[in-house]
C-alpha cells in the first residue's frame, strides 16, 4: 500500500532493517491524538509469538472490550491503516521484518454459563483456562482439545481439533466484528467449520466472543479424560520448546484414522527429523514440529518447512498445506 501523509489516509511507513526508523513525532502525535492511549509504536511481536520470532509493529493497540475493538477498527478504517488481528501467537509466523501497519492484540476475556450447559467465552481467554473451567463445572465436551496451546478465539478461527474432536462441532454461535466495526452474530451452521477451517478465515470477521454448547457430565470422569489426552500429548510433543505446533494440516484420507494421514508419519518417511537450517530444527518428538533451538529467525523456520515440503512433494506426489498463519512480508 503506497505511503500517503493527510487527515483521511494516514498511512505509516517503516523499515525496521534500516536503521530502526521510527515514525516521526507529528505523526505520532496525530496518530496518539485520533486512537488514544492504547495506541503503542514500534512494538516487539516476538513477545507475542510462541516461536519467540518476528520484527516490529508499526502500529499495536491491545483491545479488552467490544467496543475498543469496534471503535478501532472503525478509525482503521477511516484511515485506510492495514491491519492484522493476533490471538495468543501460538499458531502464526511472524516476518522478521515485523508489519509495517497495525497489529490489534484480542484480549477480550470472560467466561460465564448460562442455561445449565453453555459457556459464553472472550476470544482472548486462553484455551486451557475455558477445559479448567468446563471440568469444574461438570461440563464435557471439550476434553479433546486438552493440551492445544493457544486462544479461544484462535481455536474457533482454525477450527481447532484433535483426536477426532473438533472445537467447531461444540460452538453454538460467533460473536464477531466485522471490517466496517459492525458487530454481529453468528450461528455454527453459518460458520461453515470444516478441517482446521472457517469462514472467518475468508470473511475477515473478527471473532470476539463464542457460545459452547456442552453437556453436563461427572467431574471426575471429565478430568480423568483430560489427564490422559494430556498425558499422551506431553509425551508425543516438545512442550518444552517453542514451537506452533504441527507446521503441516494432516491429509483427508478415508482409509486413515479419523479420516487423514498425518502429515508427521510423510515427514518422518523422508528423514525430517535430521533436518536443521539456521537456528531451527525438527523435533525429535515430532517430524511436523518445527523448533526454535533459540537463536532461529522466522526465516530460518520457514526455509525449513520449505525444504521438507518440497521433499515429500518430490516423494509422495503430495503437496503439504500449512496450518500455521504468516504475518508480514516473507
Do not use: W
Not at 30 to 52: H, M, P, R, V
Not at 133 to 158: D, P, Q
Not at 205 to 231: C, H, P, V
Not at 250 to 266: E, V, Y
Amino acid at each position: 500500500m503506497p505511503c500517503q501523509l493527510g487527515i483521511k489516509y494516514y498511512i505509516i511507513s517503516m523499515n525496521f532493517n534500516a536503521d530502526n526508523t521510527e515514525l516521526n513525532k507529528p505523526k505520532t502525535d496525530k496518530l496518539t491524538e485520533i486512537f488514544g492511549s492504547l495506541l503503542e509504536f514500534n512494538k516487539d511481536l516476538a513477545q507475542f509469538s510462541s516461536y519467540k520470532t518476528g520484527g516490529k509493529a508499526a502500529l499495536f493497540i491491545s483491545v479488552t472490550t467490544i467496543e475498543e475493538l469496534s471503535d478501532t477498527l472503525k478509525k482503521t478504517k477511516n484511515l485506510n491503516i492495514p491491519y492484522i488481528t493476533l490471538g495468543g501467537g501460538t499458531n502464526v509466523l511472524i516476518s522478521d521484518n515485523g508489519f509495517d501497519g497495525l497489529i490489534v492484540k484480542i484480549d477480550i476475556k470472560g467466561m460465564e454459563i448460562f442455561e445449565n450447559s453453555k459457556i459464553i467465552c472472550g476470544a482472548g481467554e486462553n484455551l486451557e483456562d475455558l477445559i479448567i473451567f468446563s471440568s469444574k463445572n461438570s461440563l464435557t465436551g471439550l476434553e479433546f482439545a486438552a493440551g492445544i496451546v493457544g486462544s479461544v478465539g484462535g481455536a474457533v478461527y482454525g477450527n481447532a481439533g484433535a483426536y477426532g474432536g473438533e472445537i467447531g462441532n461444540i460452538v453454538e454461535s460467533v460473536t464477531v466484528i466485522d471490517k466496517n466495526g459492525e458487530i454481529e452474530n453468528i450461528s455454527c451452521s453459518d460458520a461453515k467449520f470444516e478441517y482446521r477451517d472457517s469462514i472467518f478465515k475468508k470473511t475477515g470477521d473478527i471473532i470476539t466472543q463464542i457460545t459452547f454448547q456442552l453437556e453436563k457430565g461427572d467431574q471426575k470422569a471429565i478430568q480423568s479424560k483430560i489427564d490422559e489426552i494430556l498425558s499422551v500429548r506431553h509425551e508425543k510433543l516438545p512442550y518444552d520448546q517453542c514451537s506452533a505446533g504441527c507446521f503441516f494440516k494432516n491429509i483427508p484420507d478415508n482409509t486413515q484414522p479419523h479420516g487423514k494421514l498425518a502429515a508427521g508419519k510423510l515427514l518422518e518417511e523422508i528423514g525430517a527429523k535430521n533436518m536443521k537450517y539456521g537456528g531451527a530444527e525438527i523435533s525429535e518428538k515430532h517430524a511436523n514440529i518445527i523448533i526454535n533451538t533459540g537463536k532461529a529467525t522466522s526465516n530460518d523456520i520457514l526455509t525449513l518447512a520449505e525444504k521438507i515440503k518440497v521433499k515429500v512433494k518430490e516423494k509422495f506426489g503430495i503437496l503439504l498445506e500449512e496450518e500455521i498463519v504468516k504475518i508480514g512480508k516473507f
